[in-house]
């Protein structure tokens, strides 16, 4: 086993930031769309090159996102960045479309329970609405990304089987859907738990790219991201400061951090193409955003070659 990149093709990993969409959509304050824009644009600036910018879901299930349309226009697009966003059904693609989003996310829950409380139906009903806003994206020319919750267990349900994984990739593949991503809503992965599932999905589809999502709710996230690391998954999704949750699966919290892992991922000799002093930066605004602290470790301790002076380190002993 290695822990760190060898090869240069190998190397490149995708960071993909979700914190304004998971993250902010769990405050129950409305966060101002300036705000929001102003985090994703410094988060562009450092370097960021893929977002799960929004969702395009009913005002009424999550009012903080209800300015995903505003949002996207106040965003600095640049060649290279990509802005994705959720999508539920036709009226989310439609609505996407027209804020011209450059990847739509469907998403499905792996349990039954969770995909009820999420999407207010069983799980064959929303692969049905998947199906019918496909084609929607198609003809606007916007690829598809299909997302699982409840990946790697269920807080309703227990373990998840990986037969209900490998059910709903077979439909989202049978749509044209290429981009897979595995989420871990309540951050009930383990290393074992994540290598069964991979394992799984990568015999299963050789021509699926897939991305995964930790939470940090039991404190292996980055665990996790070595097992992904190791089976050859070169795009994780993450929340700046280790913003997140999911309201409708009690127990949800942060993600795994974005400058976090961008931290492990440097010092493993893997390349994000980010700035991680910018990024800490971006996350301490966040924090001052929110007006309260933020799991994120990285922004507080610096990189671990910060240096300090002995006459500091005194001072703050004594
Ligand atoms: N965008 C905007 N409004 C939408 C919408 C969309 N994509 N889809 C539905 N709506 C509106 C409907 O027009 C309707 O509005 P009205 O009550 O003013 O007429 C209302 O939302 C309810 O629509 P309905 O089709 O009856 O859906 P529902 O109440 O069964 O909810 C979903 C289904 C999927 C729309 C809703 O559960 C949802 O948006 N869930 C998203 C959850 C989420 O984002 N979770 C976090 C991510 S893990
Ligand atoms: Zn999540």
Redesign the pocket.
């Known amino acids: 086993m290695r822990f760190s990149a060898t090869d240069s093709a190998d190397r490149s990993v995708l960071v993909t930031e979700v914190g304004t969409?998971?993250g902010f959509?769990v405050e129950a304050e409305f966060i101002p769309t300036e705000s929001k824009a102003a985090v994703i644009n410094a988060l562009i600036d450092a370097g960021v090159r893929s977002f799960e910018a929004t969702?395009?879901?009913?005002?009424?299930?999550?009012p903080q996102?209800a300015d995903a349309s505003q949002l996207m226009d106040q965003l600095h697009r640049k060649p290279g960045v990509r802005l994705s966003a959720?999508?539920?059904?036709a009226?989310?693609a439609e609505?996407a479309a027209a804020a011209k989003v450059d990847m739509m996310v469907c998403?499905v829950s792996a349990s039954e329970s969770h995909c009820q409380a999420?999407?207010?139906?069983p799980i064959a009903q929303?692969l049905a609405?998947v199906a019918e806003f496909v084609p929607i994206a198609r003809q606007y020319n916007i690829p598809v990304r299909g997302a699982i919750?409840v990946a790697f267990g269920c807080p309703f349900e227990g373990d998840t089987a990986v037969d209900s994984l490998l059910r709903i990739a077979d439909t989202y593949h049978e749509l044209g859907v290429r981009h897979l991503s595995l989420?871990d809503?309540t951050g009930m992965a383990t290393p074992p738990v994540v290598e069964r599932a991979v394992d799984a999905l990568q015999r299963r589809f050789s021509d699926m790219a897939i991305a995964l999502h930790f939470h940090n709710t039991r404190g292996v996230g980055l665990a996790n991201v070595m097992v992904g690391l190791q089976m050859g998954i070169r795009e994780f999704e993450s929340s700046i400061a280790g913003l997140g949750g999911?309201?409708?699966a009690p127990g949800a919290s942060g993600n795994i951090c974005t400058e976090d892992l961008v931290y492990l991922l440097h010092e493993s000799g893997y390349d994000t193409g980010i700035d991680l002093d910018r990024l800490c930066e971006v996350a301490r605004q966040v924090e001052a955003l929110l007006g309260r602290g933020l799991p994120g470790q990285v922004m507080k301790a610096g990189q671990r070659l910060r240096r300090f002076t002995l006459d500091g380190a005194r001072r703050a002993v004594g």
């Open positions: 969409r998971d959509q969702s395009f879901v009913s005002p009424r299930a999550i996102l959720l999508v539920p059904n009226r989310g609505r998403f999420n999407l207010n139906k929303a609405d919750a989420g809503t999911c309201p409708f």
